[in-house]
Nanobody, 120 residues
């Protein structure tokens, strides 16, 4: 069974920083892209940052220059460093991983979500 476990959310003041982590565990053969999405109340889930196993990292325009995605492939873990946080960054943040479990079995797996609240 594959699990994605997130941590690092919380309450922070505007201008502050948080670091989210997401670790994938279980019987995993290969890890392709890993990324972060967020969903604010009343809004659709949106991409925040996506880091493929190879190639260019993508960021939402709204977070460019403030958020940084990174990954530790040895630990199957993806991070999201969030700086200069704004109230509009308030949302539940979800990690997503494109995983291959064995030959012919590949799919997207989601974390349980972690709440980020930016407020004074």
């Amino acid at each position: 069974q594959v699990q994605l476990v997130e941590s690092g959310g919380g309450l922070v003041q505007p201008g502050g920083s948080l670091r989210l982590s997401c670790a994938a565990s279980g019987s995993i053969f290969n890890v392709y892209a890993m990324g972060w999405y967020r969903q604010a109340p009343g809004n659709q889930r949106e991409l925040v940052a996506l880091m493929p196993s190879r190639g260019t990292t993508n960021y939402a325009d709204s977070v460019k220059g403030r958020f940084t995605i990174s990954r530790d492939n040895a630990k199957n873990t993806v991070y999201l460093q969030m700086d200069s946080l704004k109230p509009e960054d308030t949302a539940v943040y979800y990690c997503d991983a494109d995983l291959q479990l064995r030959i012919g079995v590949r799919g997207h797996y989601w974390g349980q979500g972690t709440q980020v609240t930016v407020s004074s």
